[in-house]
Nanobody, 120 residues
Framework: QVRLVESGGGLVQAGGSLRLSCAAS????????AGWYRQAPGKQRELVAR???????NYADSVKGRFTISRDNAKNTVYLQMNSLKPEDTAVYYC??????????????WGQGTQVTVSS
């Protein structure tokens, strides 16, 4: 069974750092594009960072300069390094990825979410 498994969330003080991981498990050829989204209580899910298959990135304005998305193709894992965290970064963070199953066969998957709480 193919899954995206997130880890690395937790409680941190403002100004601290966390690194989220999103590992794809199961029989896949690799990860195409991938991204991190977040949803705070009472708010809509929003894009945090996106990484294309070619390596280009885009970030929400609110996290530019503080968050970095990256990938390890050998491990089929995507990361989100979060520095200088603020209380407004508190949310459930979700990983999203296009997983490759064949030469032109891709499916979109979501992880289960990991809670990030930043205390002031």
């Amino acid at each position: 069974q193919v899954r995206l498994v997130e880890s690395g969330g937790g409680l941190v003080q403002a100004g601290g750092s966390l690194r989220l991981s999103c590992a794809a498990s199961g029989s896949i050829l690799g990860i195409n594009a991938a991204g991190w989204y977040r949803q705070a209580p009472g708010k809509q899910r929003e894009l945090v960072a996106r990484l294309s298959s070619g390596g280009s990135t885009n970030y929400a304005d609110s996290v530019k300069g503080r968050f970095t998305i990256s990938r390890d193709n050998a491990k089929n894992t995507v990361y989100l390094q979060m520095n200088s965290l603020k209380p407004e970064d508190t949310a459930v963070y979700y990983c999203n990825a296009d997983l490759q199953f064949g030469p032109i066969k891709y499916y979109d998957y979501w992880g289960q979410g990991t809670q990030v709480t930043v205390s002031s």
